[in-house]
């Protein structure tokens, strides 16, 4: 069949609009139509050439949601008509990783994805026959792809895609990695470095859990208002003060029980590990550096209790986690709503990108 989707040709380039080839989905795997798909920073970054797995021609996005359109055979979880939000983390509940019960990094199909691969090492996607990769394992830039069925969760059927697609990434990180990677109690002091798409959703987890101060670290003065609606109870403009971590342990009697990285910079990295607590500080990495970059602190930071933490997906197992998310969604205990700032075509992709590098938006999400 053919399908309509943003091609990415080369790095730093626009992105184009174009028919692509798509073949029909195979043993395992599932023709989904994707509705939404939100603009997440990770999809900026592979854009610009920085991701050592980033590859052209690609079609982008991993923030979709979408119905089901045909099963390929031995497909036994899901139906045609079955609401979905495809997982870039897949959950196999075979592989090792999943079964040791200690992370969600399921990895059965872990390197065919990150060579833009379906499973058996080939692509749906092709322009004159030639292949055009997947990314992520999931192209939500695309309005119909194949995906493997252990990388879809199912959703209930009166979520609305146009506000639900942001789970596929950016609300499941943001708050899983307060409750499933860092398990955040009521009464922590908690700092967040980015108030963007993901640092937002850990701000208004962090309130969620009862977290006592919640303090917010941009150098966007803009991102003040929209952070405090969402619990934020101080902000530090990083531009302003001398010194971010020495402000952070002033105003937290000793440093932050938890702190999490949003941005993707090393230099923030360090301070977000160097602004915990001595003893107990837990620093949770979520933004993604470029290659080539390196975190660095004194070991003593270490030896003396602070610890150094990842989340990825914020811990989440998506075919499990993914659909309780969006029931929290629907019963109003997350707000979506209010950090999707814009509404695209496909056609005006790119505007998207614009926004996010502009700081304008928090988050874009393409209607199809
Ligand atoms: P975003 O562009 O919406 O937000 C980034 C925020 O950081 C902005 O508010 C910006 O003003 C602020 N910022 C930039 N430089 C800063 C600095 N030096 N000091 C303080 N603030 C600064 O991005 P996003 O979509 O929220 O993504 C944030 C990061 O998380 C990216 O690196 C993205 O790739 C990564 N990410 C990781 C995962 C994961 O699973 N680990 C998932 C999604 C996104
Ligand atoms: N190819 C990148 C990997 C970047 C990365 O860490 N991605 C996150 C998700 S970001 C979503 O917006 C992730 O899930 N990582 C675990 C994994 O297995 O990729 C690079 O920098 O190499
Ligand atoms: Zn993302």
């Known amino acids: 069949m053919k399908t309509k989707a943003a091609i990415a040709w080369k790095a730093g380039a626009p992105l184009t609009i174009e028919e692509v080839d798509l073949a029909g989905p195979r ?73 040791s019960q200690k992370t969600n990094l399921c990895q059965s199909i872990r390197s065919t994805q990150g060579r833009g691969l379906m499973p058996d090492a080939t692509s749906r996607f092709s322009i004159d026959g030639k292949p055009i990769f997947h990314y992520m394992g999931t192209s939500t830039f695309s309005n119909y792809i194949v995906v493997p069925e252990i990388a879809l969760a199912k959703i209930r059927e009166d979520a609305p895609f146009d506000k639900v697609c942001y789970i596929g990434c950016g609300v499941t990180t943001g708050v899983g990695a307060v409750l ?29 859990v009862g977290a006592d101060k919640i303090i917010g670290v941009d150098i966007n003065p803009a991102r003040q208002d929209i952070a405090r609606k969402f619990g934020m109870t101080h902000f530090v403009n990083a531009n302003e003060v001398e010194n971010v971590v020495d402000t952070i342990v002033q105003l937290t009697d000793g440093g932050a029980d938890y702190s999490f990285e949003c941005i993707g910079n090393t230099t923030t990295m360090r ?98």
């Open 180 to 208: 499933f990677t860092a398990k955040v109690e009521a009464g922590a002091n908690v700092v967040v470095f980015g108030l963007g798409g993901i640092g937002l959703n850990v701000i208004q987890a962090a309130k969620m």
């Open 27 to 99: 043993e395992g795997e599932v023709l989904v139509e994707i509705k939404a798909t939100g603009i997440c920073h990770t999809d900026y970054y592979t854009l610009s050439g920085a991701d050592p797995e980033g590859i052209f021609p690609s079609i982008l996005g991993h923030e979709g949601a979408g119905i089901v359109v045909d099963v390929g055979p031995g497909v036994k979880s899901l139906k045609k008509d079955d609401h979905v939000i495809p997982l870039y983390t897949p959950e196999c509940r075979q592989c090792k990783f999943c079964l």
């Open 271 to 368: 301070q977000s590990l160097e602004c915990c607590h001595k003893g107990w500080g837990q620093s949770i990495i979520i933004g993604v550096a470029a290659a080539g970059q390196e975190i660095s602190t004194r070991p003593f930071q270490l030896v003396t209790g602070r610890v150094w933490k990842g989340s990825a997906f914020g811990g989440a197992r998506g075919r499990t986690d993914v659909p309780k998310i969006v029931d929290w969604y629907m019963e109003g205990k997350l707000n979506i709503d209010d950090l999707i700032t814009h509404r695209l075509k496909l056609d005006d992709i790119n505007q998207g990108f614009d926004l996010m590098k502009s700081g304008e938006s928090i988050r874009s999400v393409v209607l199809y």
